[in-house]
Nanobody, 124 residues
Framework: QLQLVESGGGSVQPGGSLTLSCTFS????????IAWFRQAPGKEREVIPC????????NYGHSGKGRFDISRDNAKNTVYLQMYGLQSEDTALYYC?????????????????WGQGTQVTVSS
């Protein structure tokens, strides 16, 4: 069964840091490219960064660009999102999702497996 599970969300004060994890299972996901998305209340879902199995990264335009780093540990089937200097506008539900191998795309319609999400709240 193909599955992605996010973890690591929580509440943090402005300026703080969090690291989210996306653990995936299912053979067809081993080679998949994985992206992080987020959706804030009342806003559309937006793609953040994406990473291929070989470590190629695409950091799409978003307010967190320059403050978010994506990495991947293939031995652990886990993709990480390190977030620094968190701001109130980073408050959202964060998802990871899988797409075809060897490419990253910004269109969420191209992603065929999604996790349930992990909530990040930035508040003083």
């Amino acid at each position: 069964q193909l599955q992605l599970v996010e973890s690591g969300g929580g509440s943090v004060q402005p300026g703080g840091s969090l690291t989210l994890s996306c653990t995936f299972s299912g053979n067809s996901l081993n080679d998949a490219s994985i992206a992080w998305f987020r959706q804030a209340p009342g806003k559309e879902r937006e793609v953040i960064p994406c990473i291929t199995r070989s470590g190629g990264r695409v950091n799409y335009g978003h307010s967190g660009k320059g403050r978010f780093d994506i990495s991947r540990d293939n031995a652990k089937n886990t993709v990480y999102l390190q977030m620094y200097g968190l701001q109130s506008e980073d408050t959202a539900l964060y998802y990871c999702a899988a797409t075809q191998p060897r490419r990253c795309v910004p269109d969420d319609n191209e992603y065929y497996n999604w996790g349930q999400g992990t909530q990040v709240t930035v508040s003083s």
